[in-house]
């Protein structure tokens, strides 16, 4: 009881607290990216960038990343313009008292109204479990005036502690997120312990409620990815250690496998726009039962970006060589694509232009 107790300190001090204007990010003295040409790094941070998420519209995309000028090692959400570039804006938690924790704002998700949901966590500096959390509703345009949404991390059915990933908006009253556990081990005696992350279902939640609860969607056990669809009533979703990517109309409950990846690999990571689909496969990921946590783990260190045409089912690379990536973001165009660049721990993002 004492987590949930310090979870909803946490998401109170969220709720009731107006955070200050959002601080500029350093001069890099251009507007213009850093490099040209497809693919191309377009983030150069010291620290870890990661989870991008496009603007409705396309110009431009959120993402989180590390704060390494701070002995805290914040991290923060910025936004950036479709090619890279100068950061436009950049939301952190700034309250003075928080200067003694390590306070982790990610999973951005952004809706046509210019919302932003995202999960805010918080931990003691060096630590490696945060203390508690909450998923977080900001209002534009100012995005300072904060809803909690949820404290986290919550419990499951099973009575296991869950957080959330993955966040998507289903039209403008509810979200969707991968739902996941989450251990700590260490690989070797002695050595650190290593956060593991995996997927344990999907779940909504509906705005429209006070106090929202998480409704979980029958049939996701071991959910992996999700991305959303052509309309609010459609997800895509990928089960840990499966091939297939499936379609899944909310309405009716209705499955249906719209690609198997059968000869590339376990296929994660899934984004749709149109008829275009975007997934990782294959690559350093492992799906197993994990006998010192005691539950089905899949561990995931990157794969290769595939496109795939829904209409003719045409699968083809859009990344090669040895370099592995993760959470792609496919602009709603579908001609943009943002993905995490995984070396050792670290991650940078990228810019593919698709054809």
Same mark, same amino acid.
């Given at each position: 009881?004492?987590?949930?107790? %310090? ?256 000869? %590339? ?13 975007? %997934? ?39 990344? %090669? ?35």
């Amino acid at each position: 009881m004492r987590r949930l107790n %310090a979870a909803v300190v946490v998401a109170l001090a969220f709720a009731g607290c107006e955070h200050s204007a959002p601080f500029a990010g350093p001069e890099t003295g251009s507007d213009r990216p850093f490099a040209g040409g497809s693919p191309r790094r377009i983030t150069f941070n010291l620290g870890n960038d990661r989870a991008p998420a496009w603007l409705p519209d396309g110009s431009g995309f959120w993402y989180s990343f590390e704060r390494v000028d701070r002995a805290d090692h914040d991290r923060c959400l910025a936004l950036l313009p479709p090619d890279g570039g100068r950061i436009v804006r950049m939301l952190c938690d700034r309250i003075p008292a928080a200067d003694d924790s390590t306070d982790a704002w990610t999973e951005p998700a952004i809706d046509a109204a210019g919302r932003i949901a995202y999960v805010a966590s918080s931990s003691r500096v060096g630590d490696v479990a945060p203390r508690a959390g909450a998923l977080v509703l900001a209002t534009a345009p100012a995005l300072t005036s904060d809803r909690v949404v949820a404290t986290l991390p919550y419990l499951g059915s099973d009575q296991a502690f869950r957080d959330v990933a993955q966040l998507r908006w289903l039209g403008s009253d509810a979200l969707v997120y991968v739902a996941q556990r989450v251990g700590y081990v260490a690989p070797c005696r002695g050595c650190a312990l290593d956060t593991v992350r995996t997927g344990v279902e999907l779940a909504t939640l509906d705005l429209r409620a006070a106090a929202p609860s998480p409704v979980v969607l029958p049939g996701t056990q071991n959910a992996s990815s999700l991305g959303t669809g052509e309309s609010p009533d459609v997800i895509y979703y990928t089960l840990g250690g499966d091939s297939r990517v499936f379609r899944r109309e909310l309405s009716s409950g209705a499955d249906s496998v719209v690609h198997d990846f059968a000869s %590339a690999g376990i296929a994660r990571d899934v984004q749709v726009a149109g008829r275009r689909l975007v %997934a990782v496969v294959g690559g350093n990921v492992q799906f197993a039962f994990d006998s010192v946590l005691g539950y089905l783990v899949q561990r995931d260190g990157g794969g290769m970006l595939h496109l795939v045409d829904l209409s003719s089912g045409l699968d083809s690379a859009v990344s %090669a060589g040895a370099q592995l990536f993760r959470r792609p973001a496919l602009s709603a165009s579908g001609t943009r694509l943002v993905a995490e660049a995984v070396v050792g721990r670290s991650a940078d993002l990228w810019e593919f232009e698709l054809p």
